[in-house]
């Protein structure tokens, strides 16, 4: 029978799919590390409330929950902030400069607590992949060259507390 002539009341269980988890590693700052606990906290609460009030869909979507941040917690893997900030990895600010000559700085950071609205970019995502083979490039050609001002100049980046370069939109 389909699932569209069911009744509401006839359905033994709700299944929800589960979350996702990355395959990349689980690497977090610390203050990420406290976000996970937070939001494990959280989907402890709900799932206890949802059993209390024995609420399936509740206990179904508050389950899910638990079973992600859980799975977050036991393979998180806290990175400490990068005592360098001159190169662009895992914890370091970094300033892009777009075509129209606006400035964005954000902080790489882990999976979870990337939030690009409020200034901090997973290190999995696609603007920080393309900040960090950048970066490594324009290492290689620092080091073909020997001067570090050259190579800096060429690519349009400072050293002053964070890494800054610019980024060109591809012509379609």
Request: charged residues 30%; aromatic residues 6%; contains cysteine.
């Amino acid at each position: 029978m389909s699932r569209a002539f069911v009744k509401e009341q006839d359905v033994d269980y709700l299944e929800l799919p589960e979350r996702p988890v990355s395959e990349h590693p689980n690497d977090v700052t610390e203050a990420g590390l406290a976000q996970i606990e937070d939001a494990l906290a959280k989907a402890s609460e709900a799932y206890a409330i949802a059993q209390a009030a024995a609420d399936r869909a509740a206990l179904a979507a508050a389950g899910r929950e638990l079973r992600y941040w859980t799975a977050r917690r036991a393979t998180a893997r806290i990175v400490p902030a990068p005592a360098d900030t001159s190169e662009v990895r895992f914890g370091a600010s970094v300033t892009i400069r777009r075509d129209d000559g606006r400035e964005q700085t954000f902080r790489i950071v882990g999976e979870d607590e990337g939030d690009p609205a409020k200034g901090s970019i997973s290190h999995v995502s696609p603007l920080c992949e393309i900040n960090v083979r950048k970066a490594r490039r324009r290492r290689g050609q620092r080091r073909q060259r020997g001067s570090r001002n050259q190579s800096d100049q060429l690519w349009g980046y400072r050293f002053r507390g964070h890494a800054t370069h610019q980024v060109r939109r591809r012509s379609s």
